[in-house]
């Protein structure tokens, strides 16, 4: 079955640590993003990702950082520069060649810092 | 700007009641119009879609019509069920460039 893996489930990390959220899809898509979540804030974009070697901010990448090396994976750090870490963190999927064509989640990360 | 507003929640509604949640955007050029629903600690799964004006997008019971005229996109369902509980999105989408709404969490009792 095509999809969106994201690993963890469940991360928990110390204040002061950087730490790397996985993303992988195996839907052949060329664009990707990462998106936060927060109770009663919808979704804020952090990165997204057009092509391979390619990336952009979004609404709220400070203290976030992203890299795109292959199409099928699009890993998300979280600094220590981030001040209020704690969050679910949501990656997606799109195929850039379809017109307005619908993003595909996973089932999000959800990290706690202390 | 581009922007979506959806109906403040919670909503509760008993099972086989007829549900609405409002949602309206704001948009230059032929936005694409969502909606998606989010289970608790799962991620948003499309439920249904729209792309051009007057068409009506369709689910799992759920519909809704894009309305140009009124720049609305209104989720619809004439009897919920327990199981249809859940945290829903409404979207829209220029190329790819995504734009949700806040939520609207439905809780449906028996």
């Known amino acids: 079955d095509g999809g969106i893996t994201q690993s963890p489930k469940y991360l928990f990390r110390k204040e002061g640590q950087n730490v790397t959220l996985s993303c992988e899809q195996n839907l052949n898509h060329d664009a990707m993003y990462w998106y936060r979540q927060d109770p009663g804030q919808g979704l804020r974009l952090i990165y997204y990702s057009q092509i391979v070697n390619d990336f952009q901010k979004g609404d709220i990448a400070e203290g976030y950082s992203v890299s795109r090396e292959k199409k099928e994976s699009f890993p998300l750090t979280v600094t220590s520069a981030q001040k209020n870490p704690t969050a679910f963190y949501l990656c997606a999927s799109s195929a850039r060649d379809s017109y307005n064509s619908p993003l595909h989640f996973g089932n999000g990360t959800r990290l706690t810092v202390t | 700007g581009n922007s979506v507003t959806q109906m403040e929640g919670p909503v509760t509604l008993s099972e086989e009641a007829f549900l609405t949640i409002n949602c309206t955007y704001t948009?230059?050029?032929?936005?694409?119009l969502f909606w998606y629903v989010q289970y608790p600690g799962e991620g948003l799964q499309l439920l249904l879609k729209a792309t051009k004006a007057d068409d009506k997008g369709s689910n799992k019971g759920f519909e809704a019509t894009y309305r140009k005229e009124t720049t609305s996109f209104h989720l619809e369902k004439g009897s919920v069920q327990v199981s249809d509980s859940a945290v829903y999105f409404c979207a829209r989408a220029t190329g790819n460039q995504f734009y949700f709404g806040t939520g609207t969490s439905l809780t449906v009792i028996p």
């Open positions: 948009a230059t050029g032929y936005p694409s």
